[in-house]
């Protein structure tokens, strides 16, 4: 079964869990000084917090997946959307394993869809989000920041 994931950039993580704890009446099933994440069952969601993004807000969505096979289900859902897909492969982000692909929608929000096949003990460097944003930069103009209500 898929899962929906939301990752936010928030710039005070004992802040941010306060507000998510109480919005979704449950703790954080994984918390660091940098990071919280949410497996919630409803909604079913990988709902994360992070201090990594670049600006406090939306930093990405995803579809999160059981197996590997589903994996390559959400794959062939990319490759038919169109688009430039980067595949990150395996790699270490946000405390966990994972095998995972990003694309950008036609609004330009970055979608990640990953298989997470276990924990690890540092976030990860950042290199598929990092190569996912240079990449999308070169192929559109530059649009001005979203502003805040």
Known sequence: MKRLHVHVSV?????????????????????KSDYAKWMLEDPRMNFAISTRGRAAGLDHLGIQVETGEELQEVYARLRQAGGNVIE??????????????WIDDPAGI???TFYTSGESTDYGDGSGENRRESLTRSRRPSRPAARRR
């Open 110 to 112: 970055a979608w990640e």
């Open 88 to 101: 990150q492969g395996q790699t270490t982000c946000c405390y966990a394993k994972s095998e995972k692909s």
């Open 11 to 31: 710039e005070d993580i004992p802040h941010a869990i306060g507000f998510y704890s109480a919005l979704f009446a449950s703790q954080p099933s994984v918390v």
